[in-house]
């Protein structure tokens, strides 16, 4: 965020700097000179603050994952440094940029973007600079991705010589470097040179690690907790650190400190795979020179102490493990004092020990000491007390002791099953991390982290309703379940819920309209010109001023959003409480709203295990399924043969699916015949109704006992957001129709590339579905190379509009050249309850963004510029900023409910969009649908709801019509559509 200053401010701020300045000189004169070669003085006039307070913001965008957003900052604080002069700065700005770009795989325009760095720095500040080799080092880095391999040699060894003459041989940034030269022959296929520059680099590594061992292999040599390394998977790294010793003799002479480190290396290789004898032979080795040369006690003898600790623990060497430990601990807490994260994580270790040992209690204690070491003013050894939330940083330490905790607690109960406070206590801890969990993804800044972190904790959540549900069997007190179930929700779809929440709070929070309109207009035109962004970054040939013309657009764009958005949070306070309000679930309003027939089947898979929460108006159940088989497995076995009509196959594993999915809970669905789906996992991915219990008469799939016999079905994402479906009612005109068909024919396919002719209307859809020629709603990523001609969309959407019109409803359609996305978006959607699009779909899972629906191109296309045009394609990014508050939207197209399945998030398909933006109900598909089937589903659905049934007993029932008719009987042809809603 940029902010402008007043004069008097900016006043305060020099005279600020020049009093911190004076002191600092005071400070260097007062602690003496080290003399070393210095790059050329350069006067530099007074500070640009303005230009700082951009750079600063460019660095926290890039912090957070922002890139675009932090290069449109660095922009203008190079603009403001050069106007000043500050050339270090803008050098330091220019790079950064480049790593962004990087960072985008934008290569071309991080080569230019660096190019300028090395030429400012080479005419402002002389050769002989560091900033200079870090530029050379930045583009031989592209060379290499590049793989020119000559030209990133060249860079890297002008990089060497600068920082050689200025930082001496031994510095960990010269380090870096051979490293990088040691890549670049290894990929030249010298490994002679390859293994010189290597040691050379890790021989400064070690060498200025004096007192721990490096960074990296501390984090390897931890990961051995959890570690999945198989015996000789690491044996040709170990081999070349012990080839390596004599070469470091020669390199550095008898350096103790270096082969200490060294011989820990190869002692951590040997662990992570398990091999515990050869470990510690490394390890002693090394703990002997940290012994001689920094004597005992001492904090580097106290590492040496730790990680022989460690290997012992894993080798279950228990009594020798705690000696060391203990002796760590000792030195650890006396050097760095009893409140610190390192002690508390050797506090941590010694209470794994005593866990390996089933000394429950004594692991317990020692995991309270490890919260006492490390929050500050929590004193509380009971183990029941779990510390304060609000005042801990980082948490992500307290994470993981809190997991250990509750870890222990509930293994606890599985060994002493008479003793129910630990499993109390662990429950309790368990509600604790949810809530840290909870605090800490809303501290996530970017939507990447978020979903990241949704699917780090997965498993929290699995052991946390576990414990729910041993405290219910146990006591048989409703509360223990309905928490479980309040824990299954709290792992399900966060960041679709907080985006929705803070739709909801701009909503209530008595905002005026003026800059709620304002807020519309800017989201709008930020995802617009983000997603020529993404197009343009993932193009063959990237225009370089096409995109910096779009990036510093939505870039001004993002300042004033933003600025907005500090403005609804600072002057509307309910706004602000709102949009942070903590996470509930409303079981009893979800009881209220749910009809006396309905059932809500709620999902979550555990390790091996599946519950299934069914609640009811009158009651909340749960069902526990020990996984014997893969079941993501089954399930891309099951869509497979369902996809390519594999008969046998299908009823195997549809099944074998019902026995595990649906047979469990049949007897708690007596009298229902609606179910509302909740699923989790590769569960997304099937519809429900396809599964069967068997076949009856003939055994042809007509005959099969399928669940959309039974029960009438939707899905959602959580039944929290299912409420939210239900709960907002619209008071527009009831069935009132409008559709768009493309159709993509001779009238309507200008600017688009016909892939094949489509069969006749009257051909036998049989034979066709059999042929190369069946015309599938789907579209390639690069959507204007080759699409297919979709003759019966036209046919679906008119026969649709004539039902509507026999009854008198307001319907209206667009077709060929008319069913433009810009048509789409500026229709007036109030007017419309329901909406349906037949057209093909766009599917990029690795640019979601870039997913989309497929209208007509634009009738006139602007030849010179695209920036504010439309090109036919309604990509997902667009969809979140529309405002269509309708019943229900129909995406009849292919795989229209597909995307990235993001674990405790969901699916991230189109529907989410479409959802956020407004639809209550929204008809997905969930594979390639073929044209002509997909037309009779459709118009025989929407004749279901003319005639008064909702939308799930409607769907229900086209469905069931396909069923009939043999040549359609089969899942593909009928299942592939389900409804998202009530």
């Known amino acids: 965020m940029v902010y402008i200053y007043p004069v008097r401010f900016l006043r305060r701020l020099l005279i600020i700097g020049f009093i911190a300045a004076m002191g600092l000189m005071m400070l260097f004169f007062s602690n003496g000179c080290v003399s070393q070669p210095q790059p050329p003085v350069v006067k530099e006039p007074p500070t640009d603050y303005v230009g700082d307070q951009y750079a600063k913001s460019a660095e926290k965008m890039a912090g957070d994952g922002q890139y675009k957003t932090?290069?449109?900052?660095?922009?203008?604080?190079?603009?403001?440094?050069?106007?000043?002069?500050?050339?270090?700065?803008?050098?330091?700005?220019?790079?950064?940029?480049?790593?962004?770009?990087?960072?985008?795989?934008d290569v071309e325009t991080a080569l230019g973007t660096l190019n300028k760095a090395l030429n400012l720095t080479k005419t402002r500040l002389g050769h002989q600079n560091l900033e200079l080799a870090k530029g050379f080092q930045r583009l031989a880095f592209k060379y290499l991705r590049k793989k020119d391999f000559d030209q990133a040699l060249t860079l890297y060894q002008k990089a060497l010589s600068i920082q050689l003459e200025i930082l001496g041989e031994h510095h960990p940034d010269v380090a870096k470097t051979y490293n990088s030269i040691a890549l670049v022959y290894w990929n030249k296929r010298q490994s002679g040179n390859a293994n010189l520059n290597y040691l050379k680099s890790y021989g400064i590594k070690l060498l200025y690690s004096n007192k721990e061992v490096p960074e990296d292999m501390e984090k390897k040599y931890r990961s051995m907790d959890e570690g999945e390394y198989k015996k000789g998977e690491?044996?040709?790294?170990?081999?070349?650190?012990?080839?390596?010793?004599?070469?470091?003799?020669?390199?550095?002479?008898?350096?103790?400190?270096?082969?200490?480190?060294?011989?820990?290396?190869?002692?951590?290789?040997?662990?992570?795979?398990?091999?515990?004898?050869n470990a510690l032979e490394y390890l002693r080795k090394a703990f002997n020179i940290r012994l001689e040369v920094y004597g005992d006690p001492s904090p580097e003898a106290g590492t040496g102490y730790l990680n022989i600790g460690i290997c012992l623990r894993l080798k279950e060497d228990h009594e020798e493990a705690l000696k060391f430990l203990n002796t760590a601990l000792t030195i650890k807490s006396e050097s760095l004092g009893e409140f610190h994260p390192e002690t508390a994580d050797i506090y941590c270790q010694i209470g794994k020990v005593y866990f390996q040992r089933n000394q429950l209690e004594k692991a317990l204690d020692y995991f309270q000491k490890a919260l006492i070491a490390l929050v500050p003013g929590f004193k509380d050894s009971h183990i029941d007390a779990n510390p304060p939330l609000d005042t801990i940083s980082p948490k992500d330490k307290l994470f993981d002791i809190l997991t250990a905790k509750a870890?222990?607690?509930?293994?606890?109960?599985?060994?002493?099953?008479?003793?129910?406070?630990?499993?109390?206590?662990?429950?309790?801890?368990?509600?604790?991390?949810?809530?840290?969990?909870?605090?800490?993804r809303q501290g996530y800044k970017s939507e990447y982290y978020k979903l990241f972190f949704g699917e780090k904790i997965h498993i929290i959540y699995q052991r946390a309703i576990q414990t729910a549900l041993s405290l219910y069997e146990l006591t048989h007190e409703p509360q223990y379940k309905a928490n479980a179930f309040i824990l299954s929700e709290r792992s399900k779809a966060a960041v679709l819920a907080e985006a929705l929440t803070e739709a909801r709070a701009r909503q209530f929070a008595g905002i005026p309209d003026s800059?709620?309109?304002?807020?519309?207009?800017?989201?709008?035109?930020?995802?617009?010109?983000?997603?020529?962004?993404?197009?343009?970054?993932?193009?063959?040939?990237?225009?370089?001023?096409?995109?910096?013309?779009?990036?510093?657009?939505?870039?001004?764009?993002?300042?004033?959003?933003?600025?907005?958005?500090?403005?609804?949070?600072?002057?509307?306070?309910?706004?602000?409480?709102?949009?942070?309000?903590?996470?509930?679930?409303?079981?009893?309003?979800?009881?209220?709203?749910?009809?006396?027939?309905?059932?809500?089947?709620?999902?979550?898979?555990?390790?091996?295990?599946?519950?299934?929460?069914?609640?009811?108006?009158?009651?909340?159940?749960?069902?526990?399924?020990?996984?014997?088989?893969?079941?993501?497995?089954?399930?891309?076995?099951?869509?497979?043969?369902?996809?390519?009509?594999?008969?046998?196959?299908?009823?195997?594993?549809?099944r074998g699916l019902y026995r595990i999915l649906m047979k469990p809970v049949r007897h708690l669905l007596t009298g229902k015949t609606k179910l509302i789906i909740i699923p989790d996992g590769p569960l997304y991915t099937i519809p429900f109704e396809s599964l069967t219990s068997g076949i009856t008469g003939s055994g042809e799939p007509a005959e099969?006992?399928?669940?959309?016999?039974?029960?009438?079905?939707?899905?959602?994402?959580?039944?929290?957001?299912?409420?939210?479906?239900?709960?907002?009612?619209?008071?527009?005109?009831?069935?009132?129709?409008?559709?768009?068909?493309?159709?993509f024919g001779e009238q309507s396919r200008e600017g688009y590339v016909l892939k094949y002719d489509p069969p006749s209307l009257d051909a036998d859809p049989v034979k066709v579905q059999g042929t190369a020629k069946v015309n599938l709603r789907e579209a390639p990523v690069d959507a204007e190379h080759a699409v297919?001609?979709?003759?019966?969309?036209?046919?679906?959407?008119?026969?649709?509009?004539?039902?509507?019109?026999?009854?008198?409803?307001?319907?209206?359609?667009?077709?060929?050249?008319?069913?433009?996305?810009?048509?789409?978006?500026?229709?007036?959607?109030?007017?419309?309850?329901?909406?349906?699009?037949?057209?093909?779909?766009?599917?990029?899972?690795?640019?979601?963004?870039?997913?989309?629906?497929?209208f007509s191109p634009p009738e006139e296309k602007n030849k010179t510029s695209h920036l504010n045009q439309e090109d036919g394609i309604l990509y997902s990014g667009e969809i979140y900023n529309l405002n269509l508050d309708?019943?229900?939207?129909?995406?009849?197209?292919?795989?229209?409910?597909?995307?990235?399945?993001?674990?405790?998030?969901?699916?991230?398909?189109?529907?989410?969009?479409?959802?956020?933006?407004?639809?209550?109900?929204?008809?997905?598909?969930?594979?390639?649908?073929?044209d002509r089937s997909t037309s009779r589903l459709m118009i025989a659905f929407y004749r279901n709801i003319l005639r008064g049934r909702p939308y799930c007993r409607a769907l229900q029932k086209a469905k069931l019509e396909l069923i009939k008719d043999p040549y359609t009987a089969f899942p593909k042809y009928w299942s592939g559509f389900v409804l998202v809603g009530k």
């Open 234 to 277: 690491l044996s040709g790294a170990r081999n070349h650190f012990n080839r390596s010793l004599s070469e470091y003799m020669k390199l550095y002479g008898q350096n103790k400190p270096l082969f200490a480190r060294v011989y820990e290396q190869i002692g951590i290789l040997y662990a992570l795979e398990g091999d515990y004898e």
């Open 407 to 440: 870890n222990a607690l509930r293994v606890m109960y599985m060994y002493y099953p008479e003793r129910r406070k630990e499993l109390q206590d662990a429950y309790f801890t368990y509600l604790h991390l949810a809530r840290l969990m909870e605090m800490m």
């Open 788 to 854: 297919s001609q979709l003759p019966a969309t036209e046919e679906e959407l008119r026969a649709i509009i004539r039902l509507f019109e026999s009854q008198q409803k307001k319907a209206m359609g667009y077709f060929h050249r008319k069913a433009t996305e810009t048509n789409f978006k500026n229709i007036n959607n109030h007017d419309y309850s329901l909406i349906h699009i037949a057209t093909h779909s766009l599917k990029d899972e690795g640019q979601q963004l870039l997913s989309g629906l497929i």
């Open 70 to 105: 932090s290069n449109f900052f660095f922009k203008r604080a190079i603009s403001n440094y050069e106007k000043s002069e500050l050339w270090q700065k803008a050098i330091n700005c220019y790079i950064r940029l480049g790593n962004n770009y990087q960072k985008l795989d």
């Open 704 to 743: 099969m006992d399928f669940m959309i016999k039974h029960f009438a079905f939707s899905y959602h994402y959580s039944a929290n957001l299912w409420l939210y479906s239900v709960n907002h009612n619209t008071a527009k005109k009831k069935n009132t129709f409008i559709g768009f068909a493309p159709v």
């Open 515 to 654: 800059l709620l309109q304002k807020e519309r207009e800017l989201k709008q035109d930020l995802t617009h010109f983000d997603t020529y962004l993404q197009k343009e970054y993932h193009s063959e040939k990237p225009d370089l001023q096409t995109i910096e013309t779009l990036e510093n657009r939505y870039h001004t764009l993002v300042l004033q959003y933003r600025q907005l958005i500090d403005q609804f949070e600072s002057n509307y306070e309910k706004y602000y409480n709102l949009k942070y309000k903590p996470f509930m679930v409303d079981i009893a309003g979800i009881q209220q709203t749910l009809e006396a027939d309905a059932a809500l089947i709620e999902y979550f898979i555990g390790e091996r295990v599946l519950h299934i929460f069914v609640l009811t108006r009158k009651s909340l159940e749960v069902e526990e399924v020990f996984l014997e088989e893969d079941l993501a497995q089954m399930v891309g076995t099951y869509n497979r043969a369902i996809k390519k009509i594999e008969e046998l196959p299908f009823m195997r594993l549809s």
């Open 886 to 930: 309708a019943e229900l939207i129909v995406l009849s197209s292919c795989e229209s409910g597909v995307g990235k399945l993001v674990k405790g998030e969901g699916m991230m398909a189109l529907n989410r969009g479409f959802f956020y933006s407004g639809i209550r109900n929204i008809i997905v598909s969930l594979w390639k649908v073929e």
